[in-house]
C-alpha cells in the first residue's frame, strides 16, 4: 500500500450500533521514535512490516454500546444527556476480554461485507501505523503542540473528564480520538523498550502482567498523547482514562476487488 494514496475510497462498514470500522491497509513504517533524544522505551525505531489487512474503529468504544452488550456501564463520567457518546472507561483487560466474548459469540456480529470475521483488540504496532497514517511526525498533523487541540482532548483543554467521542478532527484515514481523550489497551505485553524486533501480531513477555496502552488520555499532557509514546497497565486495572478500541480482522478478505 502507498500509504499517500487517496485516489481511491477504501471499504469501511458500520454496525448496530452505528459505529463506523474502516480498512486498513497492508504496509511498511517505521515503529517507534526515530529522534536521537527519544525516550528510551520508545527505541530503538525499526521498520514494521504490515502483512495483514483488518479493519479499525473509526472511534473507541462508547458507554451506550458498552451498556447494550454487558448490561453495565463502569464508566466515571455519566452524567448528563451525552454521556452514552463519551468513551467507556474504568474497564480493565478481563474486563474487555469478557466484552469481546460476548460480542464473539453474536453470530449477527461476526459477518461484514460479504465476509466473516473476529473482534479482537489492535496490536501495538497496528495502532501506532493507524494513528501514524503515513506521517513520521510527532502526531499525525505535525510536530507543534498548538496544533494538537484540533485534534484531541488532553490535560490542557478536556475541562477535567472526557468528552463525546468524534468532536476532534479526523486523522488523514479517518480514525478520530487517538490522541488523547482515553487511552487504548493493545493486546501486547510491555516490554521497556523496543529491542526485540516487532511484527504484526501480539508482543508476548513470559511472566509479564502488565499490557500496552496507547494514545494518552484526557488528564495526560501532550506529549503522553504522541503517535510513539508508549504506557501500561496491569490487566486488572481500571481507570477513568482507560478506554478500548476495537478491531475487526476479516478471516478471508480479497483486495483485488
Known amino acids: 500500500m502507498s500509504m499517500e494514496d487517496t485516489s481511491r475510497p477504501l471499504p469501511f462498514f458500520t454496525d ?13 513504517f517505521v515503529f517507534g521514535n526515530e529522534r536521537p533524544d527519544a525516550h528510551p522505551a520508545e527505541q530503538p525505531a525499526h521498520e514494521v512490516v ?63 461485507l460479504g465476509m466473516q470475521g473476529i473482534w479482537r ?15 513520521r511526525g510527532r502526531w499525525w498533523f505535525g510536530d507543534h503542540d498548538a496544533d494538537l487541540d484540533s485534534h484531541g482532548w488532553h490535560a490542557g483543554n ?4 472526557t468528552r463525546e467521542v468524534g468532536l ?27 529491542q526485540a524486533q516487532r511484527s504484526q501480531r501480539p ?9 500496552v496502552v496507547r494514545g494518552g488520555a484526557w488528564f495526560t499532557e501532550s506529549d503522553s498523547t504522541r503517535n510513539a509514546a508508549r504506557a501500561f497497565a496491569n490487566a486488572h486495572k481500571q481507570s477513568d482514562g482507560l478506554g478500548v478500541r476495537l478491531v475487526w480482522e476479516p478471516v478471508t478478505l480479497s483486495l483485488e476487488n
Open 16 to 28: 448496530r450500533w452505528g459505529a463506523t470500522y474502516r480498512l486498513v491497509e497492508p504496509g511498511s
Open 158 to 161: 478536556s475541562g477535567g473528564s
Open 50 to 112: 504490515i502483512s495483514e489487512p483488518f479493519f479499525l474503529g473509526e472511534r473507541p468504544v462508547t458507554q451506550a454500546i458498552w451498556l447494550d452488550v454487558m448490561e453495565e456501564n463502569p464508566s466515571r463520567f455519566q452524567d448528563g444527556w451525552s454521556a452514552g457518546l463519551r468513551p467507556v472507561e474504568s474497564v480493565s483487560l478481563i474486563d474487555v476480554g469478557r466484552f469481546l466474548k460476548r460480542i464473539n459469540s453474536d453470530a449477527s456480529m461476526l459477518n461484514h
Open 121 to 135: 483488540l489492535p496490536t501495538e504496532v497496528e495502532w501506532e501505523y493507524a494513528a501514524r497514517c503515513g506521517q
Open 168 to 194: 476532534k478532527q479526523p486523522n488523514a484515514w479517518g480514525f478520530q480520538d487517538m490522541n488523547g481523550l482515553v487511552q487504548e489497551w493493545c493486546s501486547d505485553h510491555w516490554e521497556r523498550n523496543l
Open 203 to 211: 508482543h508476548h513477555v513470559p511472566d509479564e502482567e502488565r499490557h
